[in-house]
Structure formats: C-alpha cells, structure tokens
C-alpha cells in the first residue's frame, strides 16, 4: 500500500488532518512535478530580426579618440560570436600585446531581447571561439546590456547603456536559425 494511503488510514490523519489537507497536498505534489520537469536539451530560437551577420563598418568620430573599437556580431539562434578589432593611441598593455595600437578579440555567448533592451552574456574566447584564460587583452565574462535605437532589415543601431556608445550595425549576410543540441 502506498505510504500517503497509509497516511490517510492511520489515527494522526483521522485526529487532526483533513480531506481537503490531503487534496492541497496532493496538488501542491503535481505542480510540482510538472513545474519542475526538465525543459528541452536544445538551444532557443533567439529572435529573428536579430539572426545574421552584423558588421560595424564604421565609427563615428573615430579619429579623433584615443581609442575605439569595431564590432562584428555573429548571430545564429540564441548564440551570439563577436569579434572586436580595437584601435588605440594609447599603449594600455605591455610591448608585446600593444601590436602597434591594433589588436582583436573574441567573445562567445548567448543574448536575450527584452522589449528595447539587449541582453548579451558572453566569454572571451580565442580566435577558434574556445574559452581563453590568459594571454594579452581581456579575459572572463563579456557582460553587456544595449538599447535597440534602430531596427530594421538591414540596420541595426544599439546604444552601449554603460558608456552610451553607439554601435551601427550593417547586415552582410542573413542567417537562419537551426536549433543544435545542447
């Protein structure tokens, strides 16, 4: 006999506990359940303005910054790649990473659109996309929230909300989203 049936027989259900406790719990058990069953092992959809490849082609002002940096976008589903190819007046490296005043990085991770906002958690990778630990330049988490100023077929315009940059993107060539495994 199951123990909740045996539960509902025994003197301490009979004494204090009621039907309706029974019931309450029993439901709680199910909602449970299914609340807790486990989701897909199969990567989102992402959204679908936002699948292809997206390059800066261009900043503003560029010449007259000591520093700026240019950036490709990758999307395809929820997963976003990301190469930054930064240019700089100023040495903020040792010699050897300064590679004169040029250098890029990689950045690999997932994004979200929540309304006018993007939502991008992402790692600093090598060139091969795979996880870098060390090395010249930025390494760990690449964590970055943009407002959407424009959207449209083939422009995408964002708005750095930590340092009000704005990045002009061009699409160069349409992606499809094929979902992958996880």
């Not at 406790?21 to 909602?31: D, E, K, P, R």
Request: charge should be positive; proline fraction near 1%.
């Amino acid at each position: 006999m199951p123990s909740i049936i045996k539960f509902a027989n025994s003197k301490a259900f009979n004494g204090g506990f009621r039907l309706k406790h029974l019931s309450l719990i029993l439901f709680t058990f199910s909602v449970l359940q299914v609340a807790c069953s486990s989701r897909p092992n199969i990567q989102g959809k992402g959204e679908e303005f936002m699948q292809g490849i997206w390059n800066e082609d261009s900043v503003a002002f560029s010449n007259k910054l000591s520093n700026y940096t240019q950036h490709h976008f990758k999307i395809t589903c929820d997963s976003v790649y990301i190469d930054f190819v930064t240019h700089s007046k100023t040495n903020f490296y040792e010699d050897s990473c300064y590679n004169n005043g040029v250098w890029k990085e990689y950045a690999k991770g997932v994004y979200a659109v929540r309304g006018d906002t993007l939502f991008v958690g992402a790692t600093f990778t090598n060139a091969n996309y795979k996880q870098k630990i060390s090395g010249c330049y930025r390494i760990g988490r690449y964590e970055k929230n943009f407002l959407i100023r424009k959207k449209s077929a083939d422009t995408l315009v964002l708005e750095s909300l930590s340092d009000q940059r704005e990045i002009k993107l061009s699409l160069k060539e349409k992606v499809t989203c094929v979902q992958k495994e996880l």
